[in-house]
């Protein structure tokens, strides 16, 4: 593991001295993620309870910009406005962001913060919208701390602050494929994701076709479902399984080998679902569409001999993943087939994606 070292002293005088309260502003786009193996289960600070690996999206990402000025006297630290709308509860959780950063950086308390945001995605989509928002944050203030050293901060720093407000938010910040979580990889570790490396050219630019079976809120949030496994009865197995599951992707996504990629992946939603149903309390977050869709898809696999397979957070929604070189072949069974099952027929096409960007706000 590659340890992750605090910000220096020397460091944050720098940025003091470089500062002088002058206004300094970032933007960035940042996307989503879909976890191939899924994280559900942590401890302490946002510590997984097993590795995750996942896909970096496209189309489905967060703008923000963030603006810097000196901090004053009954000013709030931090305004926060989504869509144009001020949101104070999503400022208090920024706020406990950056009060857990500022026991590293306490040259954050002398700066105020203002920033704006907005999705390219309907909030109630089943897209995590808290991994995009977080890595967003985070790549913006890394962006901004840059700039009064000259230099940007590392990768790995800004998936840890990204970590610190959403789990999933650290591997949204790498691309094309990210890994979180100790494991085998070089590098691996709980405190920040890193690029899946060797990747085979067949699952690059790999599409996800996101079927939106309801837009209705989540019945449990992420925060209390991965509260559930802290005494869930199947807790240890299920850790033991999911870094055996991220070593053999891993592997299989190495040599290219969809066959193997599709039941190992489609386990992986499924199982994710047991976990919520085998749960005290108990919850089921599937709908009778998204098992008529998981139906269908696996007909059309075996009529056809085409490699779609899906996925699933902890919603209803469903993600169909497919090489992007049967995009033709496969998006008019999608289109045809699987949207009127669903009341609204309402689907994000987006594919695989690099991370960060650079933007302007507007």
């Given at each position: 593991?590659?340890?992750?070292?605090?910000?220096?002293?020397?460091?944050?005088?720098?940025?003091?001295?470089?500062?002088?309260?002058?206004?300094?502003?970032?933007?960035?786009?940042?996307?989503?993620?879909?976890?191939?193996?899924?994280?559900?289960?942590?401890?302490?600070?946002?510590?997984?309870?097993?590795?995750?690996?996942?896909?970096?999206?496209?189309?489905?990402?967060?703008?923000?910009?963030?603006?810097?000025?000196?901090?004053?006297?009954?000013?709030?630290?931090?305004?926060?406005?989504?869509?144009?709308?001020?949101?104070?509860?999503?400022?208090?959780?920024?706020?406990?962001?950056?009060?857990?950063?500022?026991?590293?950086?306490?040259?954050?308390?002398?700066?105020?913060?203002?920033?704006?945001?907005?999705?390219?995605?309907?909030?109630?989509?089943?897209?995590?919208?808290?991994?995009?928002?977080?890595?967003?944050?985070?790549?913006?203030?890394?962006?901004?701390?840059?700039?009064?050293?000259?230099?940007?901060?590392?990768?790995?720093?800004?998936?840890?602050?990204?970590?610190?407000?959403?789990?999933?938010?650290?591997?949204?910040?790498?691309?094309?494929?990210?890994?979180?979580?100790?494991?085998?990889?070089?590098?691996?570790?709980?405190?920040?994701?890193?690029?899946?490396?060797?990747?085979?050219?067949?699952?690059?630019?790999?599409?996800?076709?996101?079927?939106?079976?309801?837009?209705?809120?989540?019945?449990?949030?992420?925060?209390?479902?991965?509260?559930?496994?802290?005494?869930?009865?199947?807790?240890?197995?299920?850790?033991?399984?999911?870094?055996?599951?991220?070593?053999?992707?891993?592997?299989?996504?190495?040599?290219?080998?969809?066959?193997?990629?599709?039941?190992?992946?489609?386990?992986?939603?499924?199982?994710?679902?047991?976990?919520?149903?085998?749960?005290?309390?108990?919850?089921?977050?599937?709908?009778?569409?998204?098992?008529?869709?998981?139906?269908?898809?696996?007909?059309?696999?075996?009529?056809?001999?085409?490699?779609?397979?899906?996925?699933?957070?902890?919603?209803?929604?469903?993600?169909?993943?497919y090489p992007k070189e049967y995009y033709r072949k496969i998006?008019?069974?999608?289109?045809?087939?699987?949207?009127?099952?669903?009341?609204?027929?309402?689907?994000?096409?987006?594919?695989?994606?690099?991370?960060?960007?650079?933007?302007?706000?507007?």
């Amino acid at each position: 593991m590659m340890p992750l070292k605090s910000i220096s002293t020397d460091q944050q005088e720098i940025w003091a001295k470089n500062w002088q309260g002058q206004r300094l502003q970032s933007c960035y786009q940042v996307p989503s993620n879909i976890a191939l193996v899924k994280y559900w289960g942590k401890v302490g600070p946002q510590i997984p309870g097993n590795p995750s690996l996942s896909m970096t999206l496209e189309e489905c990402h967060t703008l923000t910009q963030m603006v810097v000025m000196p901090r004053q006297e009954g000013v709030p630290w931090v305004e926060f406005f989504f869509d144009d709308r001020p949101q104070e509860s999503f400022a208090k959780k920024i706020e406990k962001w950056l009060t857990e950063l500022s026991l590293d950086i306490p040259f954050l308390t002398k700066m105020s913060f203002s920033i704006k945001s907005r999705n390219s995605f309907p909030h109630s989509a089943g897209i995590a919208s808290s991994a995009s928002g977080m890595g967003a944050l985070s790549a913006c203030l890394g962006d901004i701390l840059g700039q009064l050293h000259g230099e940007k901060m590392p990768l790995p720093i800004v998936s840890h602050w990204a970590r610190l407000g959403s789990g999933s938010a650290s591997r949204s910040v790498m691309g094309p494929f990210a890994w979180w979580g100790e494991g085998s990889l070089d590098n691996s570790n709980n405190q920040y994701a890193i690029v899946a490396p060797k990747v085979h050219e067949s699952f690059m630019g790999m599409h996800d076709s996101i079927v939106m079976v309801s837009q209705s809120e989540k019945k449990v949030s992420s925060t209390q479902g991965h509260a559930l496994m802290d005494h869930h009865p199947y807790k240890d197995v299920r850790y033991q399984q999911a870094s055996a599951n991220c070593e053999r992707l891993y592997s299989i996504m190495k040599a290219g080998d969809w066959d193997a990629f599709i039941p190992l992946v489609e386990k992986e939603a499924l199982e994710l679902h047991g976990l919520m149903m085998n749960s005290d309390p108990s919850f089921i977050l599937m709908e009778g569409t998204s098992l008529d869709i998981i139906h269908q898809v696996r007909n059309f696999r075996a009529d056809t001999g085409l490699p779609l397979t899906f996925t699933m957070d902890a919603g209803p929604n469903v993600h169909l993943l497919y090489p992007k070189e049967y995009y033709r072949k496969i998006r008019p069974f999608i289109d045809n087939e699987i949207l009127p099952l669903t009341e609204e027929q309402n689907c994000i096409h987006d594919y695989m994606g690099m991370g960060p960007v650079v933007k302007e706000w507007h």
